[in-house]
Antibody
Framework: EVQLVESGGGLVQPGGSLRLSCAAS????????MHWVRQAPGKGLIWVSR????????IYADSVKGRFTISRDNAKNTLYLQMNSLRDEDTAVYYC????????????WGQGTMVTVSS | QSALTQPASVSGSPGQSITIPCVGT?????????VSWYQQYPGTVPKLMIY???KRPSGVSDRFSGSKSGNTASLTISGLQAEDEADYYC??????????FGGGTKLTVL
């Protein structure tokens, strides 16, 4: 079964850091671009970042550029998101999302992990 | 404010057809054949419904179709059913090498 399982969310104070992980299984992880997408409570989807399949080539939304770092370990089939200098507005469910190959879109979504930034 | 513009809500009666527009610009929707649509029920994970403007993934009902004209993409749902009541989001790749989402449309089946 194709699966993405996020972990690492929680409550953090403004200015703090958190590292999210996403364990992939059931498919050739190293062949796919991977993304993080977030959704604040009661709000819409916001694309956060993408990393291409060979562990290089990253890009970020302006709102997180310079604060967040996406990375991957293809040997461990794991995607990461290092989040520093967190702000109240970063509070959201963070989804790990697979970039499709046959379907050039966000074709597989994890269940999400909640990040709450609050003092 | 989202980069792509969708109506906040649309509604229709069972059996009818509805269309949800997604308005972008020549830097995103109008530049690539990479508009996709996602269905999300409350408290659940988004599901891919349409990709590359008009293509439907295996397992998605043929009542769902995508189209595009210029900078506006559209999702049409025909033969509306109660189970179609959900939030729908469009997304597009953009020339800045980023991805964008619309603000989402809440579909109510009357």
């Amino acid at each position: 079964e194709v699966q993405l399982v996020e972990s690492g969310g929680g409550l953090v104070q403004p200015g703090g850091s958190l590292r999210l992980s996403c364990a992939a299984s059931g498919f050739a992880f190293s062949r796919h671009w991977m993304h993080w997408v977030r959704q604040a409570p009661g709000k819409g989807l916001i694309w956060v970042s993408r990393i291409i399949n060979d562990e290089t080539g990253t890009i970020y939304a302006d709102s997180v550029k310079g604060r967040f770092t996406i990375s991957r370990d293809n040997a461990k089939n794991t995607l990461y998101l290092q989040m520093n200098s967190l702000r109240d507005e970063d509070t959201a469910v963070y989804y790990c999302v697979r970039g499709g190959i046959v379907a050039n879109a966000f074709d597989i979504w994890g269940q999400g992990t909640m990040v709450t930034v609050s003092s | 404010q989202s980069a792509l513009t969708q109506p906040a809500s649309v509604s229709g009666s069972p059996g009818q057809s509805i269309t949800i527009p997604c308005v972008g610009t020549s830097s995103d929707v109008g530049s690539f054949n990479l508009v996709s649509w996602y269905q999300q029920y409350p408290g659940t994970v988004p599901k891919l419904m349409i990709y590359e403007d008009t293509k439907r993934p295996s397992g998605v009902s043929d009542r769902f179709s995508g189209s595009k004209s210029g900078n506006t993409a559209s999702l049409t749902i025909s033969g509306l059913q109660a189970e179609d009541e959900a939030d729908y989001y469009c997304s597009s790749y953009a020339t800045r090498r980023v991805w964008e989402f619309g603000g989402g449309t809440k579909l109510t089946v009357l």
